[in-house]
Nanobody, 125 residues
Framework: QVQLAEFGGGLVQAGGSLRLFCAAS????????MGWYRQAPGKQRELVAA???????KHADSVKGRFTISGDNAKNTTYLQMNDLKPEDTAVYYC???????????????????WGQGTQVTVSS
């Protein structure tokens, strides 16, 4: 069984920064990709950013230039640096991990094998 744990959420004013951190417990299986999704109240869960074990990266258009995903393959961890936060970034942020090869340009929620419990990010105006 694999468990994901997210850290770093909180309350921040617009224009501020937060850094999310996710760690996967698996030391047996090889993670092929990790990603961040978010879900705002009344909205569908959407991809924020993802990174593969070969360091291919994808960011959603809505966060390009403001958010940056990074990862440490050896430690099964991923980070999401969020700068210039806006009220519309308010959501629960979920970490996801895949143990199968995925294609970032066509990735869907069904491609991910494990999900974290989520961490709340609230941006005040």
């Amino acid at each position: 069984q694999v468990q994901l744990a997210e850290f770093g959420g909180g309350l921040v004013q617009a224009g501020g920064s937060l850094r999310l951190f996710c760690a996967a417990s698996s030391s047996i299986f090889s993670i092929t990709a990790m990603g961040w999704y978010r879900q705002a109240p009344g909205k569908q869960r959407e991809l924020v950013a993802a990174i593969t074990s070969s360091n291919s990266i994808k960011h959603a258009d809505s966060v390009k230039g403001r958010f940056t995903i990074s990862g440490d393959n050896a430690k099964n961890t991923t980070y999401l640096q969020m700068n210039d936060l806006k009220p519309e970034d308010t959501a629960v942020y979920y970490c996801a991990a895949a143990f199968r090869p995925i294609l970032l340009f066509s990735v869907t929620q069904d491609d991910w094998d494990y999900w974290g419990q989520g961490t709340q990010v609230t941006v005040s105006s």
